[in-house]
């Protein structure tokens, strides 16, 4: 099954500056992500429209990559592309925005398919998923929810406006696992001070609890060190290890 139109798309727009010369090339995260070129297609497909991102989503499958793979290796590093490029004076805020939103719709168009394994098989366990407050982009917090959904979790999802917001779900439910998503090194005084109260009120006492997001990426020592039980950098291995961690506990 194809997810996007069959014809080519249109040519993407022009960035206001493309000099190769005058930009840094992204590094690597990952060296199974795919060719940099493929990466900056997916980028610039984004800057166009939904349909032209599916194109190329169909382009990747048609070479025999499954979803997973072209979530993490292909829709990933495009965003954190559109991110360089940015910080990079190559696109402007406008047009990160705006590609980001096409990633997020891209997500949303292929997350019945995705998660069709996990509503098949639910494993009964719960996940609370949360971005910082106030925060302006979630499709990395989203893009770990599908792969929990995948695995037959259920996952709740919340955008909240304050610290607190979390603390009211957490109690009023039943919850295995929470993950936060952290963009900024300015949350880090505040996680250090609200990871103790998540633990202490939960009424589960053997509450996980993840820490993701662009800042897992660039500085993880500085999250582990707030005492997290994990700092989820590849959202397939997250779930495989929160998974385990669950299953052993309760053999």
Do not use: K
Request: proline share 8%; with cysteine; net charge negative.
């Amino acid at each position: 099954m194809t997810s996007g139109l069959l014809n080519d798309p249109r040519p993407p727009p022009a960035l206001p500056v493309m000099d190769s010369r005058s930009v840094p090339p992204l590094p690597r995260e990952d060296p199974r992500d795919f060719a940099n070129d493929e990466i900056e297609r997916m980028a610039r497909a984004c800057l166009q429209s939904l349909e032209a991102a599916l194109v190329q989503v169909d382009h990747w499958r048609a070479q025999g990559h499954g979803l997973e793979e072209i979530y993490l290796h292909g829709v990933a590093p495009s965003a954190r592309l559109l991110g360089h490029w940015w910080r990079c004076d190559v696109a402007d805020f406008a047009q990160v925005t705006i590609g980001a939103a096409h990633l997020q719709r891209l997500l949303h168009r292929l997350s019945q398919e995705f998660c069709a394994p996990g509503a098949d098989q639910p494993c009964g366990l719960n996940l609370l998923l949360a971005c910082e407050p106030r925060a302006q982009h979630t499709l990395g917090a989203f893009m770990l929810g599908e792969f929990f959904r995948r695995r037959g979790w259920m996952v709740h999802w919340l955008a909240p406006q304050e610290g607190e917001d979390i603390l009211v779900h957490l109690r009023r439910d039943w919850f295995d696992a929470v993950a936060l998503s952290v963009s900024t090194d300015g949350q880090l005084a505040w996680l250090g001070d609200w990871l103790p109260r998540l633990r202490a009120q939960s009424p589960n006492p053997e509450l996980q609890i993840l820490l993701g997001g662009p800042l897992a990426l660039q500085h993880p020592q500085r999250l582990r060190a707030l005492g997290a039980d994990l700092v989820a950098v590849d959202a397939r291995e997250t779930v495989n290890w929160i998974s385990q961690q669950l299953l052993l506990s309760t053999s």
